[in-house]
């Protein structure tokens, strides 16, 4: 249930600050607290808890970028994981502040490289690796294409 009420607030977030100033950055930084709810029986947060905490920080991350329109809209955009590999470095305990920055590292003709990192204080707690791919139910979305929308229809991506 908790996981609603963090969804409604990262919504929130991404609305309160496209009306500010839309956004297209290298990272996105989004925070959160952990609570009684996302603990494990060793007094620290629970490992499934940090998918969860990615799921969001992926979400705030399309939607700052303006991509919620696609996912939601007639578009039918859904993104999907093809994997994750995640480091633990320092537990995250009851009441920690915890940001979460979000950022697309790389792509290739198929596959986005994102990485994420949970820092408390500036100091890196985990960090994750993921490959994403957007998809219709018709077929699977090329990172170009995306990045298109993003920027808008005229942007030429130069291969690298």
Same mark, same amino acid.
């Given at each position: 249930?908790?996981?609603?009420?963090?969804?409604?607030?990262?919504?929130?977030?991404?609305?309160?600050? %496209?009306?500010?100033? &839309?956004?297209?950055?290298?990272?996105?930084?989004?925070?959160?607290?952990?609570?009684?709810?996302? +603990?494990d029986? %060793?007094?620290? +947060?629970? %490992?499934?808890?940090?998918?969860?905490? +990615?799921?969001?920080?992926?979400?705030?991350?399309?939607?700052?970028?303006?991509?919620?329109?696609?996912?939601?809209?007639?578009?039918?955009?859904?993104?999907?994981?093809?994997?994750?590999?995640?480091?633990?470095?320092? &537990?995250?305990?009851?009441?920690?502040?915890?940001?979460?920055?979000?950022?697309?590292?790389?792509?290739?003709?198929?596959?986005?490289?994102?990485?994420?990192?949970?820092?408390? /204080?500036?100091?890196?707690?985990?960090?994750?690796?993921?490959?994403?791919? +957007?998809?219709?139910?018709?077929? /699977?979305?090329?990172?170009?294409e995306?990045?298109r929308?993003?920027?808008g229809?005229?942007? /030429?991506?130069?291969?690298?």
């Amino acid at each position: 249930m908790i996981l609603y009420f963090r969804l409604i607030l990262v919504t929130l977030k991404i609305l309160w600050a %496209n009306w500010r100033s &839309p956004l297209v950055s290298r990272h996105h930084d989004i925070t959160f607290h952990v609570l009684p709810t996302d +603990m494990d029986l %060793n007094r620290h +947060m629970n %490992n499934a808890r940090y998918h969860s905490w +990615m799921d969001l920080g992926r979400y705030y991350m399309l939607g700052r970028y303006g991509l919620l329109k696609a996912i939601f809209g007639g578009d039918g955009w859904q993104g999907i994981i093809g994997g994750v590999h995640i480091r633990f470095l320092r &537990p995250l305990n009851f009441g920690q502040k915890v940001t979460l920055r979000t950022e697309i590292e790389s792509f290739d003709e198929k596959y986005f490289y994102i990485s994420q990192t949970f820092l408390v /204080k500036g100091k890196v707690a985990a960090k994750a690796h993921v490959k994403g791919i +957007m998809v219709t139910t018709e077929r /699977k979305i090329r990172p170009r294409e995306v990045i298109r929308r993003v920027l808008g229809a005229g942007v /030429k991506i130069k291969k690298s």
